[in-house]
């Protein structure tokens, strides 16, 4: 909104902010047949868009991978892939024209820490979905993007209930809890809005890191 855009969302508990610039539809992305119809009341009327982040997420329990039941990898893989799915589902039969689009993945995608299985496997597929769109929505830039650490509740529970002396890498996350590794939202969003502009400079359907990014630039 600082740039003179007008922001939609879906949220799950609707947010507080909204005014004439910044239009919000309440859906839990969990539920998948509810996602066609809150697209509908949100983007209606709307022919243009800059730039989709396709952000919602869960991060699941971190146990061993033979432990968690079905049940638990099925309600992450819904929210975490499917409900991107069924958006980008909507969005093509919309012909809306869109000029980017970035889905938010994560470095458990590609490293196969022990413990993150559903949240791993989910990120993992989110980035296969990204590049297969790719070849869909050919006049728009589309990425799969991981955007680093970030103060976020998801954080505070690994701090709180995951033992790291079980899953190391929690421990890193423990760690950078109030340090300059892990920034607060606010702060982030500014990296992450520049981030996203330099995106485009990578093939449609890549799946990028900010870390490494950052390192080449």
Partial sequence: MDRGYTVFGLSRRGCPLRNTRLRDVECDLGEL?????????????????KLVVLNA????????????PMAEIKRVMDINLWANKAVMDWLYASQIRIEQIVFMSSGAAVNASKGWGGYALSKAALNMLAKLYAH??????????A???????????????VNANEYPSAKVLQDAIGTDSMPEPKEASHRLAMAFEKLLAYPS????????????S
């Fill in 205 to 216: 359907g890549s799946f990028l890191d900010i870390r490494t990014m950052e390192m080449h």
């Fill in 33 to 49: 047949e509810r996602v066609g119809a809150a697209m509908d009341t949100l983007l209606s009327g709307v022919d243009r868009l």
């Fill in 147 to 161: 955007p680093g650490l970030v103060h976020t509740q998801m954080q505070d529970h690994i701090d709180v209930n």
């Fill in 57 to 68: 997420g869960v991060l699941g329990d971190i146990q061993e991978l033979h432990a968690i």
């Fill in 136 to 145: 869909e929505f050919t006049d728009t830039h589309i990425s799969a993007f």
